[in-house]
């Protein structure tokens, strides 16, 4: 069955149908009011035709069918007719049936009809109708116009609810029709159940559109681009030249040095513009734009309220609405199009080392997406240098490993110094040289380097906005989106379907309370009088005169404010159970006889924590994520840019509440809270909070950020995006498969392009895209100074992730919707905010969780050589293990081979032979006087300095500047001199009216001419003064 195919069984009656089917888009015979409703019912069925007139002369018949009505053709017409290919001329599906007018828009419905009718003729044509050659098709009314008759079975009754939304589309259409758009319907697809309505905007109608969106046309007006010139040209044109071979092989993709002065399209200026080619002027993506403005401006009326494409979708009329892809991307004999040359240069993972043709990208898929690939290309290109200097600070930290005297003396064994059990009863006592590996890899991390390297981040950060920022402004030049403030309010302001749903069942309570109190109020004449008057007044529909308010808002208010509270504490709750079982399970594994289990408690516990942690992330990822959006969704936003920034708030918070909250455990809680031997604190009153290594907690908050980080980079961002698609694909292959196994393959390569987008997942929007990056920006930024290789994970999985998003958009989602944005939005003011917030958190992490400042306070006040030697046992306190409570200490007290009398724990505290034994000592004071002391510096340091890049680098390119002012000087010099010539013309045309009034006064009628002493003509005062 190919596109043309019709049901003989749905033939329309022979009679002249009836007005309403004569006034739709399809019938047959003449409409009643006479020749000039004829003519008009012709230009409708001529818009809604599936062939034109001189092209409808092919024949392609059903023989079965043909021997069911008792006519078979001879042999050499059906030869003649099987010859021909009839989706060949309509390059399957991109155009119309007369291969002319493109295809610009599909709306997609679902309906009823009978088994049988997919074996039926694919298109049958009449010579001798009324208005000349029609296929059989134009003939068929669409569904619900007009009533067919059955010839073979009885068509199935269609139920209310189809017939409503039958009914509504047949209205909408019908608007569709009046604003201007051509319609063409497709029933017969290899998609059971599945219709299919083309839309086509003809020359006019763009041009309408065009202007009352203020869409910028580039004019026939052009100018050079400022050039650099003497150093820095030479540097550019050496850099082109080493970037050669990773420029991308797309056109246009180079600098250019002429570009077209742009200016927003006018009907009455039509002649600035290079209209020489009239079917590229506007491209694809700008003709599906225009439609999709038109369709969402269109309504449908029916049931008292007003309804657009986006309510019509949201309540089932129409399955889907999309625009269509140029065409295949892979394939022989493929036509070359725009998508397939993205694919090639963009989607591949072999192409992983070019550069991104973004213009390409926009011209396809329009700024909005566009700004993203841009926006994750620069992110990605700044990662390069903070990926070099995190390598250098942990290739520091191994070349010094072997020179850090604090581990060296943790590892001494000759130290012979025995700590405190780590959990009461089953643990015993321990030597310290036992943790000798965890002390001496802390240091990879935990070194002087780290404090640079977070200085340097935190600067990288501030240099990585405002270098977006001039990347952004160079796009909105190049783009033409300078001047964009003016749209962008025209296309916030658009109400969403389920806030016209609400308002409208508002309205409707409204309205019938309204009419209780008037059944209970007696009317006289007067009172009637008045209520028809208000009748007769309300021109405006009932729908704009109601809003939400707060009050209608405030229980999904009150729900979202309940519902994050619980999900947050649901959070706390989950990394509360992991803590116990990290207790539980140290305790457990204590008491294993085997040596080399008990050597490796520490490893083995917070590897698998992690991996716990790691598990639960991922799943509450995805739940917040719905959650989010129901939240959302039951807040009832008027504007798609109002949804989208709740939606994004709602998302960010749940989904960093939950990725860091494990993190901010062990890098600012874990080992604060611990208490002292003999007084330890407890959760529940059973389990013994945990305590950090002797070399502190730094080295398991590198492992906590490094799974957390590596893992969902691995699972959530690349196995989860490529493998769900993947199977999704696989179920629909399924399907189809099952729906018509004997025809699959044949069915398969013939099958139209709009049914194959239609198979494609719908676009869901970028949120999802930038979360992950957010996320992941959090992880490089927050914690840099506990995993310098933050960066190059980052980078090595961006790599991968700009060509698994290029080619997620290219092959596997429907042609998206493009939407002109001029920046990244929110998320701009998110990373800003992850920006300061990472400096605040790296300061308190150096200060508190890492060594730095214990080591500079000993090395200044405590060292007696200048030097770190007896760091370790200053920070060590002594604790007598006859003070232990009644059922804490160790069962095995004889487990190293001798009786210990003292043991050592981390803490500054006074010792057991001190009055005030076991009391914060003054160290611990001074301590924590440096570290709140360099907390303060290191912030309002490092806060000023990336303040003042940002005030140092300006967020406007000088350049762009420049070519900015200039195009605006170029564009009233052009109006000034299109004024100049206008003015030329009209004292040229006066001129010439002056001379032949004066021409019968010379020579035919000297007395009609005026006395020389009187006052000269009007002409000649006009010219007079003008001159």
Known sequence: ???????????????????EAAGAVDGEGAPPGGPQAQAATMRV?????????????????????????????SEGTLLNSLSVDPDAKCRYGLYFR?????????????????????????????????????????????????????????????????????????????NLLEAGLELERDEDTKIHGVGFVKIHAPWNVLCREAEFLKLKMPTKKMYHINETRGLLKKINSVLQKITDPIQPKVADHRPQTMKRLSYPFSREKQHLFDLSDKDSFFDSKTRSTIVYEILKRTTCTKAKYSMGITSLLANGVYAAAYPLHDGDYEGENVE??????????????????????????????????????????????????????????????????????PSMEMCDQRYNITMCPLCDKTCSYWKMSSACATARASHLFDNPATVFFSVFMALWAATFMEHWKRKQMRLNYRWDLTGFEEEEEAVKDHPRAEYEARVLEKSLKKESKNKEKRRHIPEDSANKWKQRVKTAM????????????????????????????????????????????????????????????????????????????????????????CIARWLTKIEV???????????????????????????????????????????????????????????????????????????????????FEIGIPKMKKFIRYLRLKRQSPAHHEESVKRRQRYEVDYNLEPFAGLTPEYMEMIIQFGFVTLFVASFPLAPLFALLNNIIEIRLDAKKFVTELRRPVV?????????????????????????????????????????????????????????????????????????????????????????????????????????????????????????????????????????????????????????????????????????????????????????????????????PAPSQAYHGGVL
């Open 637 to 719: 936003p008027k504007t798609e840019k109002s949804f989208e920034e709740r939606l994004i708030f709602k998302a960010f918070l749940l989904k960093f509440v939950n990725s860091y909250t494990p993190i901010f455990y062990v890098a600012f809680f874990k080992g604060r809270f611990v208490g002292r031997p003999g007084d330890y604190v407890y959760i529940f009153h059973y389990f013994r909070m945990e305590e950090c290594a002797p070399g502190g907690c730094l080295m398991e908050l590198c492992i906590q950020l490094s799974i957390i980080m590596l893992g969902k980079q691995l699972i959530q961002n690349n196995l």
């Open 819 to 1015: 939407v002109r944005a001029k920046d990244i939005g929110i998320w701009y003011n998110i990373l800003r905010g992850i920006g300061k917030l990472a400096v605040i958190i790296n300061a308190f992490v150096i200060s508190f969780t890492s060594d730095f400042i214990p080591r500079l306070v000993y090395l200044y006040m405590y060292s007696k050589d200048g030097t770190m030697h007896g760091f370790v046992n200053h920070t060590l306190s002594s604790f007598n293990v006859s003070d232990f409570q009644n059922g804490t200490a160790p069962n095995d007290p004889l487990d190293l081979g001798y009786e210990v009398q003292i043991c050592r724990y981390k803490d500054y505290r006074e010792p057991p032979w001190s009055e005030n034994k076991y009391d914060i000592s003054k160290d611990f004071w001074a301590v924590l006087a440096a570290r709140l002391a360099f907390v303060i510096v290191f912030q309002n340091l490092v806060m000023f300095m990336s303040d003042f890049v940002d005030w140092v680098i300006p967020d406007i390119p000088k350049d762009i500047s420049q070519q900015i002012h200039k195009e605006k000087v170029l564009m009233v010099e052009l109006f000034m001199r299109e004024e100049q010539d206008k003015q030329q013309l009209l004292d040229t045309w006066m001129e010439k009216e002056r001379q032949k009034d004066e021409a019968p006064c010379n020579h035919h009628n000297p007395k009609a001419c005026p006395d020389s002493l009187g006052s």
């Open 336 to 405: 070359f199009n725009d998508r397939k040359l993205l694919y090639e240069e963009w989607a591949r993972y072999g192409v992983f080392y070019k550069y991104q043709p973004i213009d390409l990208v926009r011209k396809y898929f329009g700024e909005k997406i566009s700004l993203y690939f841009a926006w994750l290309g620069v992110y990605t290109q700044m990662l390069i240098p903070a990926s070099v200097v995190g390598i250098i600070v942990f290739l520091y930290g191994c070349a010094t490993m072997d020179e850090n005297i």
């Open 538 to 625: 309300a021109g405006v529909k009932l729908t704009d005169k109601v809003k939400l308010t707060w009050r209608d808002r405030f229980p999904a208010y009150l729900t979202n404010m309940v519902s994050i509270i619980f999900m947050i504490a649901v959070t706390f709750a989950i990394v509360l159970g992991v803590i116990i079982y990290r207790i539980s399970m140290a305790a457990a594994l204590a008491m294993n006889s085997s040596p080399s289990v008990r050597s490796n408690i520490r490893v083995t516990v917070t590897a698998t924590a992690v991996i716990i942690n790691l598990v639960v992330i991922i799943l509450l990822d995805e739940v917040y994520g």
């Open 1 to 19: 069955m190919q596109e043309g195919d019709i049901s003989l069984e749905g033939l329309p009656p022979r009679e002249a149908p009836t007005a």
């Open 98 to 174: 007369d291969g002319r007018r493109k295809v610009d828009y599909i709306l997609v419905y679902h309906h009823k009809r009978p088994s049988g009718s997919r074996t039926l003729a694919r298109r049958v044509q009449h010579s001798d109708t009324p208005f000349g050659a029609r296929s059989l098709k134009q003939d068929h009314p669409l569904p619900g116009k007009g009533a067919p008759l059955d010839v073979g079975a009885a068509e199935p009754p269609m139920d209310y609810h189809e017939d409503d939304k039958r009914l509504r589309r047949e209205e909408y259409e019908g």
């Open 45 to 73: 069925n001529e818009k809604y035709s599936t062939l034109p007139a001189e092209d409808r002369s092919v024949h392609i018949i059903n023989i079965c069918a043909i021997e069911d009505i008792g006519y078979l053709p």
